[in-house]
Structure formats: structure tokens, C-alpha cells
T-cell receptor, first 114, second 112 residues
């Protein structure tokens, strides 16, 4: 079945470490790509999105993601994480002809230790 | 103060009971969505509505029902046919054809 895959389910990093969370999708054609974050006790909120144009997308709080079409990937990166980045991160895709319906990955729980 | 509100924050359901989760938005968004979040499974789409008086099933609609009588409201009923209702339920809304979905704070449903 076509899907969105996040291979890292739990990630633990020390403050100031670099972060890369993987996201792969299995849809052909043009897709719209998103990363959402859910901080403890807070709403799910948008970090960044890619529809077209520059494949390197910058989002809020120093996050960025790179769309690599040949690899069907949209990995999330941050050069130096902070304790406040502890949260669950979700990759999501609107597939071709998806009618604006988001398909989510299973999420990655990030814990940043002091 | 614009946004999406969901109530209640916690909801308890007895066996065989139908319960309704509220979702209201004052963002003037056309489309609204209901998702279910389970640990380790991400978010899965239950129902969505692109315009008033119209809605479609998502990936896991069995045991749920919705209505969209007003643009700002999209209530979700969890029926007794839903055998595993314990989950975190998220409502979202969107305007435009390629715009972001905005999420409410969620309702946690527990079975007594």
C-alpha cells in the first residue's frame, strides 16, 4: 500500500547535537509535503511545508527539510537541538489526486536531554 | 481570537453508548477534518467535509458518523459500533486548495 514512512520511532539526543529525522513516501507524481510537531500538551502545529520550488525549505524554530524527488524523501533537519525541541514529529503527504487529504507517518518521538 | 476549539477535553464512554465530540472553528475555513491518533500509528483520517452539507469517509470511518450543517461546526459521533474507541481525536480545518491544515487541541476519549 502507498504510504508515508518514518523509520525513527524514538530518538534521544543531547542538547546541541544535530538532528535528522527521516521521511519517505511511496507515491508517484506530484506531492505536497509537510512536517508537523506536537509539543507535550500542545496543539499539533506546522513546522514547514513544500509544494513546489526550492527543494530546501526553511521552517520555524530553525528547522529545515530537503525534498529529494529521486529518493522520495523529505527529511527534517536542525543543526543544533534544544531541550525545548522535545516533542513528537510527524511527516505528512498530500498524494497526487489526494483531494487535500493528509496522509501521516507514524511519528517520531524526540527527547532532548540536557 | 481565531482558532479551532474542541470539547470536551476528556470524554468517558460507557459500553454501548454513543458520544459526540464537538469541533468549532471561527477561521471561516471551508474544509474540516477528523483524525484519530493512536500511539505509534500517527494520525488516521476518519471523515472530512469540503463544504457545508457534504462530507466523505476517510480511511477509518466505520463506527463513526458526522454532520456539517454549519460552516463553523463539524461534530463527530462515536457510535456503539466502534469497538475500540479509546484514542485522541483531532479536528482540523483548511481553506483554499493548497493551504495548511490547522489543528484543534484534541479530545481524549476513554471507555469506562
Amino acid at each position: 500500500a502507498q504510504s508515508v514512512s518514518q523509520h525513527n520511532h524514538h530518538v534521544i539526543l543531547s542538547e546541541a547535537a544535530s538532528l535528522e529525522l527521516g521521511c519517505n513516501y511511496s507515491y508517484g507524481g506530484t506531492v505536497n509535503l509537510f512536517w508537523y510537531v506536537q509539543y507535550p500538551g500542545q496543539h499539533l502545529q506546522l513546522l514547514l511545508k513544500y509544494f513546489s520550488g526550492d527543494p530546501l525549505v526553511k521552517g520555524i524554530k530553525g528547522f529545515e527539510a530537503e525534498f529529494i524527488k529521486s529518493k522520495f524523501s523529505f527529511n527534517l533537519r536542525k543543526p543544533s537541538v534544544q531541550w525545548s525541541d522535545t516533542a513528537e514529529y510527524f511527516c505528512a503527504v498530500i498524494p497526487p489526486g489526494g483531494g487535500n487529504k493528509l496522509t501521516f507517518g507514524t511519528g517520531t518521538q524526540l527527547k532532548v536531554e540536557l | 481570537d481565531g482558532g479551532i476549539t474542541q470539547s470536551p477535553k476528556y470524554l468517558f464512554r460507557k459500553e454501548g453508548q454513543n458520544v459526540t465530540l464537538s469541533c468549532e472553528q471561527n477561521l471561516n475555513h471551508d474544509a474540516m477534518y477528523w483524525y484519530r491518533q493512536d500511539p505509534g500509528q500517527g494520525l488516521r483520517l476518519i471523515y472530512y467535509s469540503q463544504i457545508v452539507n457534504d462530507f466523505q469517509k476517510g480511511d477509518i470511518a466505520e463506527g463513526y458518523s458526522v454532520s456539517r450543517e454549519k460552516k463553523e461546526s463539524f461534530p463527530l459521533t462515536v457510535t456503539s459500533a466502534q469497538k475500540n474507541p479509546t484514542a485522541f481525536y483531532l479536528c482540523a480545518s483548511r481553506t483554499g486548495s493548497q493551504e495548511t491544515q490547522y489543528f484543534g487541541p484534541g479530545t481524549r476519549l476513554l471507555v469506562l
